[in-house]
């Protein structure tokens, strides 16, 4: 089956700087890859998403990139702030066909 | 606003207790899901329908069932409540079409004594 793994397990950086998480998966059939915040007491949310035709996708100050040969993909922030940390989960999956597996986690915080 | 609804934010049980566990969304969506989150093991899938009176098992299955009556309502059972499941347990739901984008609800942190 498919396995992901994620890091770094945790990341902190001071406001204003960037982040970047990631992801490894072992599925070449993967071809969906969601990553998801989870604030403190609130289950995860979608944040962004790419799938296997697509190498970046941006969404304001957040960016994710796609390398299928190398099987990886990366979570981008920039611009950092306070409200940006939080757990943040990678997954993979096969669209239209089953279940997705998540990478550990990254616990993310921002100091202001 | 489309939800997820998990019926209790926290639970505390006896170990061999029997517990359920009920999420409920109002999306329509074909697909759900359970999830268990551990610190430091990600989220590991239990249990996931794609229809009414239809399971598959997931990741971690033993020790659990489940069961959909309705499109509507997932529900999570521990036959035999052990304190090695003691952990917060996510509800989610996705379109059948695509089986995309999940919706998680806010989680039941459920404590084994």
């Known amino acids: 089956g498919e396995n992901v793994e994620q890091h770094p397990s945790t990341l902190s950086v001071q406001e204003g700087d960037s982040a970047v998480i990631k992801c490894t998966y072992s599925d070449s059939a993967s071809n969906y890859f969601p990553w998801y915040k989870q604030e403190l007491g609130k289950g995860p949310q979608l944040i962004i998403d790419i799938r296997s035709n697509v190498g970046e996708k941006k969404d304001q100050r957040i960016a994710v990139t796609l390398n299928k040969t190398a099987k990886h993909f990366s979570l981008h922030i920039t611009e950092t702030q306070p409200e940006d940390s939080a757990v943040y989960f990678c997954?993979?999956?096969?669209?239209?066909?089953?279940?997705?597996?998540f990478g550990d986690g990254t616990t993310l915080t921002v100091k202001p | 606003d489309v939800k997820v609804t998990q019926s209790s934010r926290y639970l505390v049980k006896r170990t061999g207790e029997k517990v359920f566990l009920e999420c409920v969304q109002d999306m329509d969506h074909e697909n759900m899901f359970w999830y268990r989150q551990d610190p430091g093991l990600g989220l590991r899938l239990i249990y996931f329908s794609y229809d009414v009176k239809m399971k598959e098992k997931g990741d971690i299955p033993e020790g659990y069932s489940v069961s959909r009556e309705k499109k509507e309502r997932f529900s999570l059972i521990l036959e035999s409540a052990s304190t090695n499941q003691t952990s917060m347990y996510l509800c989610?739901?996705?379109?059948?079409?695509?089986?995309?984008?999940?919706?998680f609800g806010s989680g039941t942190q459920l404590s084994v004594l």
């Open positions: 989610a739901s996705s379109e059948a079409t695509t089986n995309e984008k999940l919706f």
């Open positions: 997954a993979a999956s096969r669209a239209y066909a089953g279940k997705s597996t």
